[in-house]
């Protein structure tokens, strides 16, 4: 289908919320699609802050970039206001950088939220040390406070009610909070812990009594700290939209029942497009709206130097990946601590910002077409990972890197919440368990009654292995060891080396086998099985196959779990392409949209920081199982014609370049 330049216009006008008395209406949050982040961290040192911003260099920004929203800084986690405050300390101001910011953006009928630090505030502590959380040492933080006390009402929500009522500001969006979230050892935290279990101390370490129970004792508290603000606010500005940074993400993998208003989570670091893969296919599954902030730069946390800042081509080549998944794109960039943004920066944002737009009415609000879906387990998280919420590190490689490399075999993946599987496990011809060490008795049932109902899962892992056996039809051999498992792959071997349970089949067929040294003649194990399962299939690979992939990334690896995956199922979608071409198939306003991203080149290290070119990759080949050949298909953006050939109950075209993203639009 070609979508006209009309349409795109059309899909833009969208509804607007009610404003504030004297400027344009404004769109509420669920119906924004690019947004600009700003956030400097106010400091007491800090000796310029406003003085280089004019309404003349804002509206210049406004104009040539046409953000849908704008957050801009209004207090981080130093803790210090950046504006004139009446509540708590406030940086030197030269001038009021968010009155012009405000003024200006009102004037073009686009939203303001300010970027406002939660849980952690230095100056609270500095002023009230009682504020503090106490870590498991008795030692009081110098940064967080502690959700028992009164910090959020003493100080948090006055300074949130403040910004309001002066600016006029439409939302907020909390940072420093989830991820910044560690047990309270303090006295209230403790006695309060002791009338819930009777366990007095807490304990500090996971063999002691009652550590799981203090883990969800510490979230629940979190949760209640957050409803605590997010209640107050809302009662006093109905209508004002806000949300806590990661929360109901990855990092926070439960069921959103706070009233946040919609999902926001900043990515960084080194290799952002894995990052961003597996953070848009969990939020495209929640059923809230989302969006997520690419940092516009390279950090010190991310390479030895310092602020190295992306070209409008990896920034792109980033939103494609969000924008595929049916989100919201929005960038981060700090300006100078006198609040001047450069022309030049001015320039890369409008840049991916014109990016983002020709793509927006085929994109933004998609919905999946059910191909692949890959376990996120949040139980195995907490119950394993010995931390209140995320970044997980190491402990969430086994679904990062199953993404990786199913993505990477140009299969068409989604992320499914465990909390939401039983939900829409039947919508997928296919279930892949990444190598979790713990998903619960109540996934392990779901997952049985899909095979016996005629699904095809595929299990990974050591324990899921054993979890599995009687219907895996295997006979555990021992218990799972560390073990050295090459597995002979299409021109190597594939080095999967880590936690290993032996089998021996019973009435399993033998799908891949693993030997000790890269010698493939001899002392060979059973590395993956098969076997029915009622009317369905069930498969295991019994060793580390999802977080080997993370930690190397090896094309074995990856050939490996693709030969595996489609020994047991054939995708409705096959592409002759390299493996850096990503495919997604989403459906949009009743048609059906399959993306192509091109990841050639992504940036994935540290004395690489930023990418400037994207090798265009050519004469893509696709084919579609569909029930019969489309009735008018096209490439776009751009409206050309997608020729092809129907033939054996497949239609088959080819895309001559793909430059950074491609969808295919086709109606039935």
């Known amino acids: 289908m070609r979508v006209t330049r009309r349409e795109f216009i059309a899909a833009a006008a969208l509804p607007l919320a009610a404003s504030p008395k004297g400027s344009r209406p ?37 104009d040539r970039v046409r953000p849908d929203f704008v957050q801009y800084d209004y207090k981080g986690h130093v803790g210090v206001i950046g504006y004139p405050s009446k509540v708590s300390a ?10 012009i910011w405000r003024e200006a953006t009102a004037r073009r009928g686009i939203p303001l939220y300010i970027h406002f630090s939660g849980l952690l505030d230095e100056q609270a502590v500095k002023d009230h040390p009682e504020w503090a959380r106490v870590g498991p040492d008795g030692e009081r933080s110098e940064r967080e406070t502690s959700p028992f006390s009164p910090y959020v009402d003493k100080r948090m929500i006055p300074q949130l009610k403040e910004a309001i009522r002066n600016y006029e500001i439409d939302g907020a969006w909390v940072d420093g909070e989830c991820w910044a979230a560690h047990p309270d050892y303090g006295e209230k935290a403790a006695r309060a812990f002791e009338a819930e279990t009777g366990i007095y101390p807490p304990p500090k370490e996971p063999e002691e009594p009652g550590w799981q129970e203090w883990l969800e004792f510490g979230r629940r508290r979190f949760r209640a700290y957050l409803k605590r603000y997010l209640d ?19 990092l926070v993998p439960e069921r959103p029942e706070l009233p946040i208003d919609f999902i ?45 800042h992306k070209s409008a081509v990896q920034l792109m080549q980033e939103a494609a990946v969000v924008l595929a998944q049916g989100g919201g794109f929005q960038i981060y960039y700090p300006p100078t601590r006198a609040g001047y943004v450069d022309d030049r920066h001015i320039g890369v944002m409008a840049r991916v910002a014109r990016f983002c737009r ?6 933004h609000k998609s919905e999946t077409v059910p191909v692949i879906g890959v376990l996120f387990s949040g139980h195995s998280l907490y119950r394993t990972a010995g931390k209140l919420f995320g970044g997980w590190g190491e402990h969430e490689h086994p679904v990062r890197g199953m993404v990786d490399a199913l993505v990477d075999a140009a299969l068409p993946v989604d992320v499914i919440p465990d ?22 008795e109540t996934v392990q049932a779901a997952l049985r009654d899909y095979a016996r109902g005629g699904g095809t899962l595929l299990l990974a892992g050591a324990e899921n292995g054993r979890a599995f056996a009687g219907e895996l039809q295997v006979r555990l051999a021992g218990e799972p060891e560390e073990t050295d498992a090459f597995l002979p792959g299409r021109e190597v071997f594939a080095d999967m080396s880590g936690v290993w349970q032996a089998v021996e089949p019973l009435g399993a067929h033998v799908l891949a086998r693993r030997h000790p040294t890269y010698d493939g003649t001899r002392d060979a194990a059973v590395a993956a099985t098969a076997a029915p399962l009622g009317e369905g299939t069930i498969a295991a690979i019994y060793g580390p196959a999802g977080a080997v992939y993370a930690e190397t990334h090896a094309p074995e690896v990856r050939n490996v779990l693709a030969g595996i995956v489609r020994s047991l199922y054939e995708p409705p979608v096959r592409l002759d392409a390299p493996p850096a ?21 992504m940036q994935v290290a540290a004395n690489y920081s930023v990418i400037d070119f994207v090798p265009p990759l050519r004469n893509i080949g696709v084919r579609l199982r569909v029930d019969r050949p489309p009735a008018r298909a096209t490439w776009e953006p751009g409206g050309r014609p997608a020729k092809g050939e129907w033939k054996d109950g497949w239609w088959r075209t080819r895309l001559d370049r793909l430059d950074i993203h491609q969808m295919l639009v086709w109606e039935a």
């Open 581 to 601: 071409v990503e495919v997604v198939w989403r459906r949009q306003a009743g048609v059906d949209v399959l993306h192509l991203l091109n990841a050639a080149g």
């Open 358 to 363: 020709s793509r927006q009415a085929l994109c």
């Open 264 to 308: 926001s989570g900043d990515y960084l670091g080194n290799a952002p497009i894995s990052q961003a893969r597996l953070e848009g296919r969990y939020l495209s599954s929640v059923g809230k709206t989302w969006d997520l902030m690419a940092w516009g730069f390279q950090s010190a946390r991310s390479n030895p130097v310092g602020p190295v």
């Open 419 to 440: 909390w939401k599987l039983e939900e829409v496990i039947r919508d997928y011809p296919m279930i892949v368990v990444p190598d979790w060490p713990e998903i619960g």
């Open 232 to 250: 107050a606010i809302h009662a006093f500005r109905p209508g004002f939209e806000i949300t806590s940074n990661w929360m109901y993400t990855t």
């Open 90 to 99: 406030s940086a030197p101001i030269v001038k009021d950088s968010l009155r």
């Open 26 to 62: 404004r769109r509420r949050r669920k119906d924004c699609f690019f947004g600009i982040h700003f956030d400097l961290h106010p400091r007491l040192t800090d000796e310029a802050l406003g003085r280089d911003v004019t309404p003349e260099m804002v509206e210049k920004f406004l």
